[in-house]
T-cell receptor
Framework: NAGVMQNPRHLVRRRGQEARLRCSPM?????VYWYRQLPEEGLKFMVY????????ESGMPKERFSAEFPKEGPSILRIQQVVRGDSAAYFC???????????FGPGTRLTVL | GESVGLHLPTLSVQEGDNSIINCAYS??????FIWYKQESGKGPQFIID?????DKRQGQRVTVLLNKTVKHLSLQIAATQPGDSAVYFC???????????FGTGTSLTVIP
């Protein structure tokens, strides 16, 4: 059973470009969470999604950031018009319905030049 | 060796010694806690969890202690090995929330 998959593992963008980060949850998991981690800091919650629904986006910046988890395919975290402050590691986690533990992917390291 | 949350974010121990990593959590409504291990360049890896109706839970070489009175969590690693070198995070979740709140982390270095 494959774990949580994220791609790309590393992403380089120039200021003003768009970044798209993908997350495929573990098989059988219907809940996805996105976290951001700055260097030498803990993970900060961004958004919690179930299939076709955003459940909690209290940690998402109000502008430029959006997330989706379509009925088919991976969850996407989209950052428009990236700025240098968006440089971070972005982690996705998944859990089954009713599950408490979250399983993390390897992360996508975004670098904005 | 022993570290206390934000004040001592690094901990060095000799191989074979026991390690104690501490964490102060913030929300008295938190009812579920997880310790994660994060190696360089990787995602957090589940180590052990504990619910608020327990005060101790043991795994393989690891023990988590929970003191709800003072909102304190600790991770004890027995016979620490070089492979234990990593950053350790405690994470808490409330009984009404969906997200985990992560501490800053403690960097553990095991000296061979």
């Amino acid at each position: 059973n494959a774990g949580v998959m994220q791609n790309p593992r590393h992403l380089v963008r120039r200021r003003g470009q768009e970044a798209r980060l993908r997350c495929s949850p573990m098989k059988g998991h219907s809940h996805v969470y996105w976290y951001r981690q700055l260097p030498e800091e803990g993970l900060k919650f961004m958004v919690y999604l179930q299939k076709e629904n955003i459940i909690d986006e209290s940690g998402m910046p109000k502008e430029r950031f959006s997330a989706e988890f379509p009925k088919e395919g991976p969850s996407i975290l989209r950052i428009q018009q990236v700025v240098r402050g968006d440089s971070a590691a972005y982690f996705c986690a998944s859990s089954p319905a009713g599950g408490r533990e979250q399983f993390f992917g390897p992360g996508t390291r975004l670098t904005v030049l | 060796g022993e570290s206390v949350g934000l004040h001592l974010p690094t901990l060095s121990v000799q191989e074979g010694d026991n390690s104690i990593i501490n964490c102060a959590y913030s929300n008295s409504a938190s009812d579920y806690f997880i310790w994660y291990k994060q190696e360089s360049g990787k995602g957090p890896q589940f180590i052990i969890d504990i619910r608020s109706n327990m005060d101790k839970r043991q795994g393989q070489r690891v023990t988590v202690l929970l003191n709800k009175t003072v909102k304190h969590l600790s991770l004890q690693i027995a016979a620490t090995q070089p492979g234990d070198s990593a950053v350790y995070f405690c994470a808490e979740r409330t009984n009404t929330g969906n997200q985990f709140y992560f501490g800053t982390g403690t960097s553990l270095t095991v000296i061979p």
